[in-house]
Each structure stands twice: as structure tokens, then as C-alpha cells.
């Protein structure tokens, strides 16, 4: 079976967003260096037929994250739609699994990201990611991520490059990128993913929320408090 990843509460070209998808129960997607090569290569052709503007990225073995700024309104969408598809596709004919069920926990989690300084953090956030799970000790050792891309600068072929970002990537990325982030920095990238909160300042937050009608993911969750009435 293919699941359909494909539902997305808003659509806006010209705009960074965070995509991040799980399998499903959390189980291991890529085994091996192979598996990873091989999702790699899906995302090269599928820039063949959607072009996509790939900021930064990392493939985890049981999730990844891209970051992603389409250039029209509806690549997103149709970018995601291939890629998921088409991996999910081979993954199971791969393993002779056809119709065994759903790889990914379903539709991927997506939320904007303003270009600025909150570009730097999310970046950071994603290249980190095997540093933090304890994969490597740096986030350029880690073969299948942009921090080795962007740092280190393999001479093989890869089956896609990266996109100039809309802001400055700067000189001491290597220092930066490795140095922990904050408990702030975390819980505002992890409440952004839970809730598809859009991550930037307060006034760009709440203007793209009211843009894309995500206005809920800035409430507080839970019921409200009751008044106690008056004396």
C-alpha cells in the first residue's frame, strides 16, 4: 500500500518551510548505507520533475528532514507528493512487501520558517539531529545530511546539490552548527514540529498564521481557565 502524504493545510511559494516525516511506529526505515544512498537518489529524480530548492536536509534511520523553500505555490505539495510516494514504492518492492501496510505515521509534519536568524536555528536543529541522537560526534561526520555538503564538500557525484539560501550562511557555520542549542532553541523547533507552529518573531508568527489560517497553532492547548465570578 502508498500512502497518500500529500494534505497540506496551506500552500504559499516563496517560503521556507520545515517538512519532517516518521515512519510508521517509529520503526527503522534505512538499514544501511545503501538504503540511504538509494533515498537519496528519489530525491534527485524527483528534482528532476518538481524543481525544489533544497536548503538543508538529514535522513535518520527511522525519520528525516528537509528544508525546503518552493519557488510557486503547489511545488511544495507535488514535491512531497513524488518523493514520498515513489520511496514508499521501491522501499516495499525492495523488501517484496507490497500491501504490507503503511511506512510512514501518515501525512508529514510541515510548518513556515521566517528568513532570518530563525532560518539559522531550524538549519542548525536539523543538521544536529545525528549529533543528538548520539550517531556521530560532529554533524559533518554524519554521511547523510548537509552539514557534510556544506563543510566538507565531497568530490564524488551526488544525486542532488544544495540551494543558496535567502540569507548569508555564516563563515563560522562549522562552529556554529556543532555548538548545542539552547533549551529554549529546542522546545520553540520541537513545539513548531508537534503543532505546525510557524517559527520566526512575533509579529511574522502571528501575520503567517493569520495567512495561512493557522492561527490555532498559536493558541495554548487545553481548556481555558474559568473565570471565578465575582464578589
Known amino acids: 500500500m502508498i500512502e ?30 545503501g538504503n540511504y544512498d538509494a533515498f537519496e537518489r528519489v530525491v534527485g529524480r524527483t528534482l528532476e520533475w518538481v ?20 519557488q510557486r505555490d503547489g511545488d511544495l505539495q507535488a514535491f512531497m507528493h513524488r518523493l514520498t510516494t515513489t520511496h514508499v514504492r521501491r522501499w516495499h518492492l ?30 542548525r536543529y536539523v543538521e544536529r539531529n545525528p549529533v543528538r541522537a548520539g550517531l556521530v560526534d560532529r554533524a559533518e561526520s554524519w554521511a547523510w545530511g548537509s552539514a557534510r555538503v ?8 551526488r544525486p542532488f546539490d544544495l540551494a543558496a539560501w535567502p540569507i548569508a550562511v ?10 548545542p542549542l539552547t533549551d529554549a532553541e529546542l522546545e520553540a523547533c520541537r513545539l513548531s514540529v508537534t503543532r505546525g507552529r510557524p517559527f520566526g518573531g512575533p509579529i511574522w508568527q502571528a501575520h503567517t498564521a493569520r495567512q495561512l489560517s493557522l492561527e490555532a497553532t498559536l493558541r495554548p492547548r487545553g481548556r481555558p481557565r474559568r473565570t471565578p465570578p465575582a464578589e
Open 150 to 157: 556544506r563543510l566538507l564538500k565531497p568530490p564524488q557525484p
Open 4 to 33: 497518500d502524504n500529500l494534505v497540506l493545510p496551506f500552500e504559499t511559494g516563496d517560503m521556507v518551510f520545515h517538512i519532517l516525516n516518521r515512519a510508521n511506529q517509529r520503526a527503522r526505515i534505512f538499514e544501511h548505507p
Open 170 to 179: 555564516p563563515d563560522d557555520w562549522e562552529q556554529f552548527v556543532n555548538a
Open 51 to 70: 524543481p525544489m530548492r533544497i536548503l538543508s536536509y538529514c535522513v535518520m534511520p527511522s525519520h528525516w528532514h528537509f528544508i525546503l523553500w518552493p
Open 94 to 123: 525492495h523488501r517484496h512487501t507490497v500491501g504490507a501496510g503503511h511506512l510512514y505515521q501518515g501525512t508529514f509534519t510541515s510548518f513556515p520558517v521566517e528568513s532570518d536568524e530563525h532560518l539559522l536555528t531550524v538549519c
